[in-house]
């Protein structure tokens, strides 16, 4: 194996780690905002269902999933509060 071979391994091995690194937040991210997500919709399910029986249910709409995707249960808290306030 000559140099030429040994150092274009090296710079192979340099570029992969430089495009998982540039990559590797952006995916973070998104797996935490899908976590958000998924967890602050089975807390609205679960309050909802809860909620039927006092009648007090939070309505699943766009603005509602970005809120519960961006702040997860803090989320689900603050649309409570909202909804008990300006209903």
């Given at each position: 194996?000559?140099?030429?071979?040994l150092?274009?391994?090296?710079?192979?091995?340099?570029?992969l780690?430089?495009v998982?690194?540039?990559?590797?937040?952006p995916?973070r991210?998104?797996?935490?905002?899908?976590?958000?997500?998924?967890?602050?919709?089975?807390?609205?399910l679960?309050?909802?269902?809860v909620g039927?029986?006092?009648?007090?249910?939070?309505?699943?709409?766009?603005?509602?999933?970005?809120?519960?995707?961006f702040?997860g249960?803090?989320g689900?808290?603050?649309?409570?509060?909202?909804h008990?306030?300006?209903?």
């Amino acid at each position: 194996m000559d140099y030429l071979t040994l150092a274009i391994y090296f710079l192979a091995l340099a570029a992969l780690y430089l495009v998982v690194k540039f990559f590797w937040l952006p995916i973070r991210i998104f797996w935490i905002l899908l976590s958000n997500a998924i967890l602050g919709g089975l807390v609205i399910l679960l309050f909802n269902w809860v909620g039927a029986y006092v009648n007090l249910q939070l309505p699943i709409n766009p603005f509602t999933a970005l809120v519960v995707g961006f702040l997860g249960i803090p989320g689900v808290i603050l649309l409570i509060i909202l909804h008990i306030l300006y209903v």
